[in-house]
């Protein structure tokens, strides 16, 4: 069955850097959530889109943003890369906003030197 | 706030052997309660939930009771396999209808079963 995809699976950043990472939900899921995880730590939510629009938002640093897009993958694009930023993001999916999310991806993992 | 706390791992245990992983939250209102499992090299998965006190969540002879007065959402299986190896997570959601599923985690318990 189609899973959650997100890409690229590592991701190397300098400081100061800016970094996109990619999620493809699974196949007519319109929803997608976005979350942090840092070393040792839970996962944090960040953001969230219903229909291309943004849905609700958790701790999410201004530096960054996300959207979703036609097609209902979404981006979440970070500026101004800092170290604590270092960390795995994983985006997950579901079938309405209003249904908990069954399935995550695998996750991006972030390493900013 | 909301915050979930997990029983710290790593957890090992023979093959057959009964598994208890417990969870306690914190949370206003009634939120529903969730145990995910991440098997090795993939994402979370929803394991079982619960969105009321007393509910039982069941899935692949896991369950798990919803426990208000304990605040509690313990996870158990009777006779664990080497396939149930992974990390589980239990997790809360604050949902009121008004947005979307915000899912507050625990830091997981990894869980090794060996033949």
């Known amino acids: 069955a189609a899973g959650v995809i997100q890409s690229p699976r590592h991701l190397i950043k300098e400081k100061r850097e800016t970094a996109t990472l990619k999620c493809y939900p699974i196949p007519r899921h319109d929803t997608v959530y976005w979350y942090q995880q840092g070393p040792g730590q839970d996962p944090q939510f960040l953001i969230s889109?219903?229909?291309?629009?943004?849905?609700d938002k958790g701790s999410i640093p201004d530096r960054f943003s996300a959207q979703q897009f036609s097609d209902y993958h979404s981006e979440l694009n970070m500026s101004s890369l800092e170290l604590g930023d270092s960390a795995l993001y994983f985006c997950a999916s579901s079938s309405d906003r209003l249904r908990e999310p069954l399935h995550f991806g695998n996750g991006t993992r972030l390493t900013v030197t | 706030g909301n915050s979930v706390t997990q029983m710290e791992g790593p957890v090992t245990l023979s093959e057959e052997a009964f598994l208890t992983i417990n969870c306690t939250y914190t949370?206003?209102?009634?939120?529903?309660l969730f145990w995910y499992v991440q098997y090795p090299g993939e994402g979370l998965q929803l394991l079982l939930k619960?969105?009321?006190?007393?509910d039982k969540g069941s899935n692949k002879g896991f369950e798990a009771t919803y426990r208000k007065e304990t605040t509690s959402f313990h996870l158990e299986k009777g006779s664990v396999q080497v396939s149930d190896s992974a990390v589980y997570f239990c997790?809360?959601?604050?949902?009121?209808?008004?947005?979307?599923?915000?899912?507050?985690f625990g830091k997981g318990t990894k869980l090794s079963v060996i033949p």
């Open positions: 997790a809360l959601s604050p949902y009121s209808g008004a947005g979307s599923y915000q899912l507050t």
């Open positions: 949370a206003t209102g009634y939120p529903s």
């Open positions: 619960a969105t009321k006190a007393d």
């Open positions: 889109f219903y229909e291309k629009m943004q849905s």
